[in-house]
């Protein structure tokens, strides 16, 4: 039985076998799909639990990898925010519940259908709750996925028609991260020299050392991306750029016109046809616009077995959520009005929980040795060896 555990046990994580960064988005994104499916608030922190769990489990030691709480603060405000303006602005739901009545500021007749206080009811603060923590689950999923990716492995995976595009992504992606481990470092270098790291006076002695850090990198990233050769492309025929084009644009617009299909009652025959058109004619375009940007990948990741399992797990959670919710609308989004308690619907919740599979297979991250504790001294007057203590 040791040798079986042992093979199902996750190794540990290299530079030859980490999981794809684009397997981390996609597993992502399948909760966040997930998540925008339901305004149920047990699945939803049901939802936040398992992408910290695995974020927990499977982050790095690198910036990027701390960014995680500042997603899970930024969600928390959002939630605030959405229940503050259902109390000063109201809200469309109704309700027979008043909690407590705000003095309301009389408008105009060109304002009609706005309101600035009145009555607040709890059935208006639960529907709020909700819709903001809908909007703090996607936000944190997608935190997940920054937490968990390197970005520049995932750049490395990008076409070479999207390289360019795909350049400004990542440094808009990692902007956030930077700026919470400079905002960190900063704060604890503070706290070396004796100096107070809160407050206001703080906050504005912090901001700009954070602020000329982060201006000194952009101008390394600048350098270096001109001494690499970026924006640079080769000379291609007229005819291939012609036909790159036409084949990008139709094919856009054929998964545009496709998804509009299977999601309309009236499209269904063609909806699948055309999307899948699209997407081969947009595959297309997309290599042959990798002509324009030639490259070379050193040492490319591979998509093997794990990142198909980690990849397929939120897909998963994804597709068993959605059709939940077809067979039973109100589990997934309990009515706001009556007010009743959210129902712990057991078929959604066992389908969410299929997202923990990458905190199981996903390979292990190396983790840095902890000290050894240091021996307790003996105390004075007594001895530490039992022989000693005899005269």
């Not at 109201?90 to 206080?117: C, H, M, N, Q």
């Not at 040492?299 to 990849?311: E, K, N, Q």
């Not at 939120?314 to 039973?328: E, I, S």
């Not at 129902?343 to 919740?349: G, K, L």
Request: net charge positive.
């Amino acid at each position: 039985m040791g040798p079986v555990l042992a093979r199902l046990r996750a190794p540990l994580a290299t530079r030859s076998n980490a999981l794809h960064a684009g397997a981390w988005w996609l597993w992502a994104l399948g909760l966040a799909a997930a998540a925008s499916r339901t305004t149920n608030p047990l699945l939803l922190a049901l939802l936040v639990a398992v992408a910290g769990y695995v974020v927990a489990a499977r982050r790095t030691d690198a910036p990027w990898a701390y960014a995680f709480g500042f997603f899970l603060a930024l969600g928390a405000l959002v939630v605030a925010v959405r229940v503050l303006f259902a109390v000063v602005l109201g809200s469309p739901i109704g309700g027979t519940t008043v909690v407590f009545t705000l003095p309301e500021v009389p408008l105009p007749d060109w304002a009609r259908g706005v309101r600035i206080g009145g009555r607040v009811t709890a059935e208006s603060l639960v529907f709020a709750f909700a819709d903001g923590l809908r909007l703090a689950a996607l936000l944190v999923c997608l935190g997940a996925a920054n937490a968990l990716a390197n970005p520049a492995r995932l750049l490395k995976s990008l076409p070479g028609a999207l390289y360019e595009m795909g350049v400004a992504v990542v440094v808009a992606m990692t902007f956030a991260p930077r700026l919470v481990a400079d905002l960190l470092r900063t704060r604890a270098t503070r706290r070396l020299r004796g100096r107070a790291d809160r407050g206001a006076r703080a906050v504005i002695a912090v901001a700009r050392p954070v602020l000329e850090g982060a201006l000194e990198r952009s101008v390394a990233l600048a350098a270096a991306m001109d001494a690499r050769g970026y924006g640079r492309t080769a000379d291609v025929p007229p005819a291939v750029r012609r036909t790159t084009i036409a084949l990008t644009l139709g094919g856009l617009l054929g998964v545009c016109a496709g998804s509009y299909g299977l999601l309309a009652a009236e499209g269904a025959g063609y909806g699948l046809p055309l999307l899948l058109a699209g997407l081969l004619a947009a595959l297309g375009g997309l290599w042959l616009g990798g002509r324009r940007s030639p490259r070379t990948r050193y040492r490319p990741d591979r998509w093997g077995a794990r990142a198909w399992l980690v990849a397929g797990s939120g897909a998963a959670v994804a597709v068993l959520v959605a059709r939940a919710g077809g067979a039973d609308p109100a589990a997934l989004n309990p009515p706001a009005v009556p007010l009743t308690a959210p129902a712990f619907p057991p078929w959604p919740a066992a389908a969410i929980l299929l997202g923990l599979l990458p905190a199981f297979v996903a390979p292990r991250p190396p983790r840095p040795p902890h000290p050894a504790r240091p021996a307790r001294p003996a105390r004075q007057g007594t001895a530490a060896d039992p022989e000693e203590a005899r005269p």
